[in-house]
Every structure is written in C-alpha cells, then in structure tokens.
C-alpha cells in the first residue's frame, strides 16, 4: 500500500476513515493543508500529535452522529492529542498559534480526551 509523506511528521494513512476508506484524490490537497498546520503543532510541542480522527465519509460520519456539514467529511478536519499535554491546554496553545498567525484559522473544539482542530478558514470555537 502507497502511503505518501503529507509533511515531515505525517502521512496520508493517518487521515484514512475509520471504515477502512481512504482519502479521495479530490480531497488530498484539503488534507494537506490540514497536515501543514498540524506541522507547525507538531514542531512547536515536539512532541507526536496522534491524529484520532481524520477524514470521513458520509455513511461513517452518519453512523457515529458526525455534524451533517462535518469538516472531517471534506478532509479539512483532525481529532488528535499529545501525550502529555491535557486538551484545554492543546486547544490554548493552539489557538496562540493561529493568532500569532502560525496555523490557519479554523474551528477548534475542546473534548475531555482530545481537540479538534479544521481549516474551514472561519472561527468555530466549542467545548463538549
């Protein structure tokens, strides 16, 4: 099996649905983007950022109660976590990023085991 090198520290099966489904070609530029941004995450904590999500496809996303306008669903979006840093924290450390104009600005929501982060190009912020 292929598996293309997205940036120094993430690769395109990482984003594979959890169905088994991989990325369309249609999306890979969307997921690029996000895996540069998780790039610039991943060299400031220096630490592995562990992608829990990825990509979704529609049938996988209806099945787990996904938003209907999921950004997982057009590749734009990552569920992750570091080891040893608690969600709150990410989602801060985060968010410095996008303001010091680091990472793209997107939605970030904060779960109690793990961040999500998109490159919708907007503002989202929520907490579950």
Same mark, same amino acid.
């Given at each position: 099996m292929i598996d293309p090198q997205l940036t120094k520290n993430f690769h /395109? $099966?990482?984003w594979r649905c959890h169905d088994g489904t991989g990325v369309p070609w249609n999306l890979v530029e969307n997921v /690029? $983007?996000?895996a540069t941004n998780l790039q610039v995450l991943r060299d400031e904590v220096g630490k592995a950022v562990t992608l829990i999500s990825?990509?979704?496809n529609k049938t996988y996303n209806t099945k787990i109660d996904g938003s209907?306008?999921?950004q997982h669903m057009l590749g734009l979006a990552a569920d992750i976590r570091v080891n040893g840093i608690r969600p709150m924290e990410l989602a801060s450390l985060i968010e410095t990023l996008i303001k010091d104009g680091r990472m793209m600005q997107g939605g970030l929501g904060t779960y109690s085991?793990?961040?999500h982060?998109?490159?919708r190009g907007t503002k989202?912020?929520?907490e579950r």
């Open positions: /395109i $099966k990482e /690029i $983007k996000c990825g990509y979704r209907r306008n999921s085991s793990f961040v982060y998109d490159c989202a912020r929520w």
